[in-house]
């Protein structure tokens, strides 16, 4: 699984259209808006996820002029694949300087009104976004 950078939910064009109406963007917007669940992951995704179509509760918004997230909560059936040290957080946007994501996890998110997101379960490799296991 070298190839694989991070597991993640991968948010589809109108989840992403909701969460920049929620925030003022910055200039630099991230290709792939995600809930990164494990970086560099040992393990497959149990097949009964990888692929899946997946609820995301969107409960904070943060932004410090080098980074912009939105905080999260996984429903019950999700939290098992989450693997990181970090809240659950989506990654919306990069630091226009160094144009990577710059710890999105430890931001100081302000609570917003809750509102649900939809996303994919799969996987950000060197050659894009994979939404199955086969990796022959």
Do not use: W
Not at 30 to 51: A, D, R, S, V, Y
Not at 98 to 119: N, Y
């Amino acid at each position: 699984m070298k190839e694989v950078l991070y597991a993640g939910i991968f948010f589809d064009t109108k989840s992403f259209n909701i969460l920049k109406s929620k925030a003022p963007t910055l200039d630099r917007i991230i290709e792939c808006p995600h809930l990164t669940l494990e970086f560099k992951p040992e393990t497959l995704i149990h097949e009964n996820f990888i692929g899946r179509r997946v609820e995301v509760l969107v409960t904070g918004h943060a932004n410090n002029n080098k980074n912009q997230g939105f905080s999260a909560i996984l429903y019950s059936r999700l939290q098992s694949l989450y693997k990181n040290t970090n809240p659950p957080h989506i990654t919306v946007s990069l630091d226009p300087l160094s144009g990577k994501p710059v710890d999105t996890g430890k931001l100081q998110f302000k609570p917003i009104e809750p509102f649900s997101v939809f996303g994919r379960i799969g996987y950000y490799t060197k050659n894009g976004i994979k939404f199955d296991n086969d990796f022959s």
